[in-house]
C-alpha cells in the first residue's frame, strides 16, 4: 500500500494521486493490526554531508512512519542487528493501556534487545493526533534511531479545522562524535560536555560546512543524501505541518518565511487555534499546524529552524518550501534567518503559556488533587562526576527493569525507600550556584495511589555555572497530564496554586521547564504499569535527570517472558519469538 505521508512529490497530479489513495484506505475498514518487520543496522549515512554511522530502521534515518487508524493494534517485530550493541524502542505519546510492557524503555519496563535477538511489540494507538517512537536505551536516539507515528481519526470523524494535504516534518539535532564517545565524555572525569551538535536536520536533512574539516574526505557536500528537503506547495492550498521534534539537545525556533503559522495541535490534543511568525518547539514535543501557501507563488522560501535557549554555535537547519511549479531545488532569493534571540525566555515562555485547549474538546481537570510533588532540578556532582539530579537524587537504571522487579516482587531489585516529595523550600536559593554541590545517586521510585490525582511542580535552578539556567523539556510515560501553569522564580506554595488554569488547561505528553521557572502539571495515576518521567534532553537523561511513578501494580497483567532475560531475572526463560 502507498502511504499517503509519503507521498512527497511535486507534481499537482502526484499530489491529488496520494489524496485519493489515503481516501480509499481509510474509508472501509474497522480497528485493524498493522504489522511491521524492523531491521537495525549501524550504515554509513551522510544526513549533513558528514559520513558517519547512524543506526537505521530498514536501511532508513529518520526510520520508516507508522501510519494507523485511531483504535489499530501496531505490531512492530524488531530485529537488533546491531554487532555489539542492545536496542529499545519507545513509542512516545502512546499511552500502552494495557500493555506497560511495550513501552520501549529498556531498564525500566524491559530487558534491551540482545544483538542478533528480536522483540515484538504490541500496543493499540487508542487516539488520533501526531507522535514519534526512538530509541530509548544508553544514548541511541542521538544514533539516528527515530521516526514519526501518525494516528488518524476513526471513520467518520472529522478533524475540528481544515486543510488540503497533510504533510510530516521531523526535526533533529546531528553531532559528529558517535553516541558512544559522548556518553563515555559525560561519565568521565574531567567531564567532557557533547557540546553544541554541529548540523541541525529537517526530515534527516542537514548541511554542515565540509570546508571547516581538516581532513573533508568524510565531508561531501554534493551528497544527494544532504540535499535540503523540499516541501511543494500548491498555491492557494492549506498545509497541515505534522512538525516533532526529537532534538539530543536543542530547544527550536521553526519558521517558514514569509508565511502565518496556525497552531492546531499539540502532542496529540487540539489546541485553541493561535497565530504566530515562529514556533517554538522542545525535543519530545509535537505541533500541528496550518500553513496556507499564500505568498508570491513565482519564487521558493525558507523553511528554517534555529536553536534557542542557548548560545548557538550550529549553523541555521534550512528547508525549502516550494511552490509549484518552481524548480525543487532553486533557492530562495533571501538570506535565511537566524531566529529570535536565543535568550528570549519571556517570548517563549508567552508561547507556552498561549497553548490552551480547543473550545468543544476540553476535558476539563479534577480541581483539586491528592498529592502534589514538587522537584527540584538540579546540576550536581557525585564522587567528582557530573550529574543532573531531582531533589538531590539522581537516577540510576537498575539491572532488573522497575516493571519486573515490581511484578515479581523482586525486593532486591531496587531501594524500596520512597525518594523526596519535596526540597529544602525555605532555604534554597534557586537564583545562585548551590553551596554543596553534591547529590546522591538512587534507584527510588515514586508509588503512586491508583486513580488518585498527582500534581507534578518542576521547580528550575541555578546550574553549577553562575547566572545560568537551562530549559528542560519534561517528558512523561503511559499518560498525558493537564499542564495547569508557568510561572518565573520560586514556586510559591501558598498562592501559585490559586492560579492554575482549570478551565481550559493543554493536555501534552512533554512540557518545558524554563529556565529559573517552575511549570506545573497534573495527571490522574489510573494506567497500570511503572512509568518514566524525564527531561527528554538526551545528555541530562542519561546524566540522572528522571524519576519513576508506578501505578497499579497488581493490575497489570502477565508479563511476556520475551521481556526478560536480564538482571535478576536472567534465569526466566526467554524464548525467541
Ligand atoms: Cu521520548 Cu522517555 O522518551
Ligand atoms: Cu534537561
Same mark, same amino acid.
Given at each position: 500500500?502507498?502511504e499517503?505521508m509519503?507521498?512527497?512529490?511535486?507534481?499537482?497530479?502526484?499530489l491529488?494521486?496520494?489524496?485519493l489513495?489515503?481516501?480509499i484506505?481509510?474509508s472501509t475498514?474497522?480497528?485493524r493490526t498493522?504489522?511491521?518487520?524492523?531491521?537495525?543496522n549501524?550504515?554509513?549515512?551522510?544526513?549533513d554531508?558528514?559520513?558517519k554511522l547512524a543506526?537505521?530502521?530498514?536501511?532508513?534515518?529518520p526510520?520508516?512512519t507508522?501510519l494507523?487508524?485511531?483504535?489499530d493494534?501496531?505490531i512492530v517485530?524488531?530485529?537488533?542487528?546491531l554487532?555489539?550493541?542492545?536496542?529499545?524502542?519507545?513509542?512516545h505519546g502512546?499511552?500502552?493501556?494495557?500493555?506497560?510492557?511495550?513501552?520501549g524503555t529498556?531498564?525500566f519496563?524491559q530487558? #534491551?534487545?540482545?544483538?542478533?535477538?528480536?522483540?515484538?511489540?504490541k500496543?493499540?494507538v487508542?487516539r488520533?493526533?501526531t507522535y514519534?517512537?526512538?530509541g530509548?536505551?544508553?544514548?541511541?536516539?542521538?544514533?539516528g534511531?527515530y521516526g514519526t507515528i501518525?494516528?488518524?481519526?476513526p471513520?467518520g470523524?472529522?478533524?475540528?479545522?481544515?486543510y488540503d494535504y497533510?504533510r510530516?516534518i521531523i526535526?533533529?539535532?546531528w553531532?559528529?562524535?558517535?553516541?558512544d564517545?559522548q556518553?563515555?565524555?559525560?561519565?568521565?572525569?574531567?567531564?567532557?560536555?557533547v557540546?553544541?551538535?554541529?548540523?541541525l536536520?529537517?526530515?534527516?536533512?542537514g548541511?554542515?560546512?565540509?570546508?571547516?574539516?581538516t581532513?573533508p574526505?568524510?565531508c561531501?557536500?554534493t551528497?544527494p543524501?544532504?540535499?535540503?528537503?523540499v516541501?511543494t506547495?500548491?498555491?492557494?492550498?492549506?498545509?497541515r505541518?505534522?512538525i516533532?521534534?526529537l532534538?539530543?539537545?536543542?530547544?527550536?525556533s521553526?519558521?517558514?518565511?514569509?508565511?502565518d503559522i496556525?497552531?492546531v495541535e499539540a502532542d496529540g490534543?487540539?489546541?485553541e487555534?493561535f497565530?504566530?511568525?515562529?514556533l517554538?518547539?522542545?525535543?519530545?514535543?509535537?505541533?500541528?499546524?496550518?500553513?496556507k501557501?499564500?505568498q508570491d #507563488?513565482s519564487r521558493?522560501?525558507?523553511i528554517t529552524i534555529n536553536?534557542?535557549s542557548r548560545k548557538?554555535a550550529?549553523?541555521?537547519?534550512?528547508a525549502i518550501?516550494n511552490?509549484?511549479?518552481n524548480?525543487p531545488?532553486?533557492p530562495p532569493p533571501?538570506?535565511?534567518?537566524?531566529?529570535?534571540?536565543?535568550n528570549d525566555?519571556t517570548?517563549r515562555?508567552?508561547q507556552?503559556?498561549a497553548l490552551k485547549a480547543r473550545q468543544?474538546?476540553?476535558?476539563?481537570p479534577?480541581?483539586?488533587s491528592?498529592r502534589?510533588?514538587?522537584?527540584?532540578?538540579?546540576?550536581?556532582?557525585?564522587?567528582g562526576y557530573?550529574?543532573w539530579?531531582?531533589n538531590n537524587?539522581?537516577?540510576?537504571?537498575?539491572?532488573?527493569?522497575?516493571?519486573?522487579?515490581l511484578?515479581?516482587?523482586?525486593?532486591?531489585?531496587?531501594d524500596?525507600?520512597?525518594?523526596p516529595d519535596?526540597y529544602?523550600?525555605?532555604?534554597?536559593d534557586?537564583?545562585?550556584?548551590?553551596?554543596n554541590?553534591?547529590?546522591?545517586?538512587?534507584n527510588?521510585i515514586y508509588?503512586l495511589r491508583?486513580n488518585?490525582?498527582?500534581?507534578?511542580?518542576l521547580q528550575?535552578a541555578n546550574?553549577?555555572?553562575v547566572?545560568?539556567s537551562?530549559?528542560h523539556p519534561?517528558?512523561?510515560?503511559?499518560h498525558?497530564?493537564?499542564?495547569?501553569?508557568?510561572?518565573?522564580g520560586?514556586?510559591?506554595?501558598?498562592s501559585?496554586?490559586?492560579k492554575?488554569?482549570?478551565?481550559?488547561?493543554?493536555?501534552?505528553?512533554t512540557?518545558?521547564?524554563?529556565?529559573?521557572?517552575?511549570t506545573?502539571l497534573?495527571?490522574?495515576?489510573?494506567?497500570?504499569g511503572?512509568?518514566?518521567?524525564h527531561?527528554?534532553?538526551?545528555?541530562?537523561?542519561y546524566m540522572?535527570?528522571?524519576?519513576v511513578?508506578e501505578?497499579?501494580?497488581e493490575k497489570?497483567g502477565?508479563?511476556?517472558s520475551?521481556?526478560?532475560?536480564?538482571g535478576e531475572?536472567?534465569?526466566?526463560?526467554?524464548?525467541r519469538p
Amino acid at each position: 500500500m502507498i502511504e499517503p505521508m509519503q507521498c512527497i512529490g511535486y507534481l499537482v497530479r502526484f499530489l491529488a494521486f496520494c489524496h485519493l489513495i489515503s481516501f480509499i484506505s481509510f474509508s472501509t475498514v474497522e480497528a485493524r493490526t498493522r504489522h511491521y518487520d524492523w531491521e537495525v543496522n549501524y550504515e554509513y549515512k551522510s544526513p549533513d554531508c558528514y559520513k558517519k554511522l547512524a543506526i537505521t530502521i530498514n536501511g532508513r534515518t529518520p526510520g520508516p512512519t507508522i501510519l494507523a487508524q485511531q483504535g489499530d493494534t501496531i505490531i512492530v517485530k524488531l530485529q537488533n542487528n546491531l554487532l555489539t550493541e542492545n536496542v529499545a524502542i519507545h513509542w512516545h505519546g502512546i499511552r500502552q493501556i494495557g500493555t506497560p510492557w511495550s513501552d520501549g524503555t529498556g531498564g525500566f519496563t524491559q530487558c #534491551p534487545i540482545q544483538p542478533g535477538e528480536k522483540l515484538i511489540y504490541k500496543f493499540v494507538v487508542d487516539r488520533a493526533g501526531t507522535y514519534t517512537y526512538h530509541g530509548h536505551y544508553g544514548m541511541q536516539r542521538e544514533a539516528g534511531l527515530y521516526g514519526t507515528i501518525i494516528v488518524l481519526l476513526p471513520n467518520g470523524v472529522s478533524e475540528p479545522f481544515s486543510y488540503d494535504y497533510d504533510r510530516n516534518i521531523i526535526l533533529n539535532d546531528w553531532y559528529h562524535k558517535s553516541s558512544d564517545e559522548q556518553a563515555t565524555g559525560l561519565s568521565s572525569i574531567p567531564f567532557v560536555f557533547v557540546g553544541e551538535p554541529q548540523s541541525l536536520l529537517i526530515n534527516g536533512k542537514g548541511k554542515y560546512n565540509c570546508s571547516l574539516l581538516t581532513t573533508p574526505g568524510a565531508c561531501n557536500a554534493t551528497n544527494p543524501q544532504c540535499s535540503p528537503h523540499v516541501l511543494t506547495v500548491v498555491p492557494g492550498k492549506t498545509y497541515r505541518l505534522r512538525i516533532g521534534s526529537l532534538t539530543a539537545l536543542s530547544a527550536l525556533s521553526f519558521e517558514i518565511e514569509g508565511h502565518d503559522i496556525t497552531v492546531v495541535e499539540a502532542d496529540g490534543s487540539y489546541v485553541e487555534p493561535f497565530v504566530v511568525r515562529n514556533l517554538y518547539i522542545y525535543s519530545g514535543e509535537t505541533y500541528s499546524v496550518l500553513v496556507k501557501a499564500n505568498q508570491d #507563488p513565482s519564487r521558493n522560501y525558507w523553511i528554517t529552524i534555529n536553536v534557542v535557549s542557548r548560545k548557538p554555535a550550529t549553523p541555521t537547519g534550512l528547508a525549502i518550501f516550494n511552490y509549484y511549479p518552481n524548480h525543487p531545488q532553486k533557492p530562495p532569493p533571501t538570506v535565511p534567518t537566524t531566529g529570535p534571540l536565543w535568550n528570549d525566555t519571556t517570548s517563549r515562555l508567552a508561547q507556552s503559556i498561549a497553548l490552551k485547549a480547543r473550545q468543544g474538546f476540553i476535558d476539563t481537570p479534577p480541581l483539586t488533587s491528592d498529592r502534589a510533588i514538587v522537584l527540584l532540578n538540579t546540576q550536581n556532582k557525585i564522587d567528582g562526576y557530573y550529574k543532573w539530579a531531582l531533589n538531590n537524587l539522581s537516577l540510576t537504571f537498575p539491572t532488573t527493569p522497575y516493571l519486573i522487579a515490581l511484578k515479581e516482587n523482586l525486593t532486591d531489585a531496587f531501594d524500596q525507600n520512597p525518594p523526596p516529595d519535596g526540597y529544602d523550600f525555605a532555604s534554597y536559593d534557586i537564583y545562585r550556584v548551590a553551596k554543596n554541590v553534591n547529590a546522591t545517586s538512587s534507584n527510588r521510585i515514586y508509588r503512586l495511589r491508583f486513580n488518585s490525582t498527582v500534581d507534578i511542580i518542576l521547580q528550575n535552578a541555578n546550574t553549577m555555572t553562575v547566572n545560568n539556567s537551562e530549559t528542560h523539556p519534561w517528558h512523561l510515560h503511559g499518560h498525558e497530564f493537564w499542564v495547569l501553569g508557568y510561572g518565573m522564580g520560586k514556586y510559591n506554595m501558598s498562592s501559585d496554586g490559586k492560579k492554575y488554569n482549570l478551565v481550559n488547561p493543554i493536555m501534552k505528553n512533554t512540557v518545558p521547564l524554563h529556565p529559573y521557572g517552575w511549570t506545573a502539571l497534573r495527571f490522574q495515576a489510573n494506567n497500570p504499569g511503572v512509568w518514566a518521567f524525564h527531561c527528554h534532553v538526551e545528555s541530562h537523561f542519561y546524566m540522572g535527570m528522571a524519576v519513576v511513578f508506578e501505578e497499579g501494580i497488581e493490575k497489570v497483567g502477565n508479563l511476556p517472558s520475551s521481556i526478560m532475560g536480564c538482571g535478576e531475572t536472567k534465569s526466566y526463560n526467554r524464548p525467541r519469538p
